[in-house]
């Protein structure tokens, strides 16, 4: 079946490094690929998504781009802020959304000033 | 529209005792999913529906699990005679049918279930 895998956490980074954490998927056809964001306490939200090879989706700053050669979707930040502190999920989904998402298990990511 | 609500955000509740939970998608959303999130994993499908129609239901946990949305529109997820494993964040996430968007899921803010 279809499955996500992200780079294990937690990561830890000072104020204005740089953010990447690793994202790559298995799944038949052309799947859809998205970055959630939870922050402590709350649900999930749609950070970026792309919906086929070569689109790169970006919010706050954030970038991912679909890789359909490598079966990657990597997210980046330039510079990170304290308020970037959160989980990140990694999630794929059939393009007619037929079919629930699939879920990496999440990375930690906290910012210290 | 104020996006996916959930209700109640917080529940405690004793072992053996039944549980529901509320979720109100965003208003022009035909699909409604719901999930289950435990501790330091992602989340995990339960189910979801189609406008009142619930297509899939195998992924739910045990018979103990059950889901209506009986008008298409807010949808509640019950837990009967609940179990100390139960204990998990569920979300709900909901979803247009058709056109631009439609493989994009928006989520609640959850409901955290702790049993005792």
């Known amino acids: 079946g279809d499955s996500v895998t992200q780079m294990e956490g937690p990561v830890t980074l000072s104020e204005e490094a740089f953010l990447t954490i690793n994202c790559t998927y298995t799944a038949t056809g052309y799947p859809s690929l998205f970055w959630y964001v939870q922050y402590p306490g709350e649900g999930l939200q749609l950070l970026l998504k792309a919906t086929k090879a070569d689109d790169k989706g970006s919010n706050k700053g954030f970038e991912a781009t679909y890789r359909k050669e490598t079966t990657s979707f990597h997210l980046e930040k330039g510079s990170v802020q304290v308020s970037d502190s959160a989980v990140y999920f990694c999630a794929l989904s059939d393009p007619s959304g037929n079919t629930p998402l699939v879920f990496g298990k999440g990375t930690r990511l906290s910012v210290i000033a | 529209d104020t996006g996916v609500s959930q209700d109640p955000r917080h529940k405690i509740t004793k072992r053996g005792q039944n549980v529901t939970f509320r979720c109100d998608p965003i208003?022009?959303?035909?699909?409604l999913y719901w999930y289950r999130q435990t501790l330091g994993q992602g989340p995990e499908f339960l189910t979801y529906?189609?406008?009142?129609?619930?297509?899939?239901k195998s992924r739910l946990l045990s018979d103990r699990f059950s889901a209506e949305r009986p008008k298409g529109s807010f949808s509640t997820l019950e837990i009967q005679r609940t179990e100390q494993g139960d204990s998990a964040m569920y979300l709900c996430?909901?979803?247009?049918?058709?056109?631009?968007?439609?493989?994009?899921?928006?989520f609640g803010p959850g409901t955290r279930l702790l049993v005792l």
């Open positions: 996430a909901s979803s247009p049918l058709g056109g631009r968007g439609r493989e994009t899921q928006y």
């Open positions: 208003s022009e959303h035909n699909r």
């Open positions: 529906f189609q406008n009142e129609a619930q297509l899939e």
